[in-house]
């Protein structure tokens, strides 16, 4: 069964501090793993997307890395803001043959404070 | 400007009283999704639309049905609305091609409430 786990499950971290989020999946055959931004009350923002071929991708101060050999990948995000206070979704798409279709892990939810 | 849009934002509905929450997509995109997320939960995938072809997932109520009149927009009915359909319904919309990668686009969602 098709599955992407994320961890932790929630995080409280201080203004200006670093952290990162954890994926881990087992869908098969592999197309590419998103991450997504969701403020409380909506819709997910796509913040990167990656290949089996992509090792690490950036946008801003998020910095996405993969392994696909292991089948994890991680989110980091730096120097937080407040407006960073989000749930973070880790999504993998399953390849074109196996219908494309989504796995949602359950997010991780991430409070900062100032 | 957004380019997948969902109507309503906010939906207030009897319970029992069919309702129907609207897609539109201005991206030409081939496949669109709808997900039902509960509080606090990952979005679960009802059923998804590749061009005209409709794909239910196997464990969707037959209480939810969908439309998809064109490309541009998609339609989820919920026949009978319970007390536990109420969540955020969220509508995503992906293109498909020949060595693309599939982007996915949500619209902000339809907050949804039984009363």
């Known amino acids: 069964k098709n599955q992407v786990e994320q961890s932790p499950q929630s995080l409280i971290i201080l203004e200006g501090k670093n952290c990162t989020l954890q994926?881990?999946?087992?869908?098969?055959?592999?197309?590419?793993l998103r991450w997504y931004k969701q403020d409380t009350g909506r819709g997910p923002v796509s913040l990167t997307i990656?290949?089996?071929?992509?090792n690490t991708k950036s946008n801003g101060r998020y910095t996405a890395t993969l392994d696909a050999d292991t089948k994890q990948s991680s989110l980091h995000i730096t120097a937080s803001q407040l407006s960073d206070s989000a749930s973070y979704i880790c999504?993998?798409?399953?390849?074109?043959?196996?219908?494309?279709?989504?796995?949602f892990g359950g997010g991780t939810r991430v409070l900062v404070k100032p | 400007d957004a380019m997948v849009i969902q109507n309503p934002r906010y939906q207030v509905t009897q319970f029992g009283k069919p309702v129907t929450l609207s897609c539109s997509q201005t991206?030409?995109?081939?496949?669109m999704y709808w997900y039902q997320q509960k509080s606090s939960q990952a979005p679960k995938l009802l059923f998804h639309?590749?061009?005209?072809?409709?794909?239910n997932e196997a464990d969707t109520p037959d209480n939810f049905q969908s439309r998809r009149p064109n490309t541009s927009f998609c339609f989820l009915d919920i026949r009978s609305p319970g007390l536990g359909d109420a969540a955020m319904y969220l509508c995503?919309?992906?293109?498909?091609?020949?060595?693309?990668?599939?982007?996915?686009?949500f619209g902000q969602g339809t907050r949804l409430t039984v009363v």
């Open positions: 999504v993998v798409s399953a390849s074109k043959a196996a219908g494309n279709k989504l796995t």
């Open positions: 994926c881990n999946y087992t869908v098969s055959p592999f197309s590419n």
């Open positions: 990656m290949t089996f071929s992509e």
């Open positions: 991206l030409n995109h081939n496949v």
């Open positions: 639309y590749y061009d005209k072809d409709f794909n």
């Open positions: 995503a919309t992906v293109t498909v091609g020949r060595g693309r990668i599939a982007e996915a686009f």
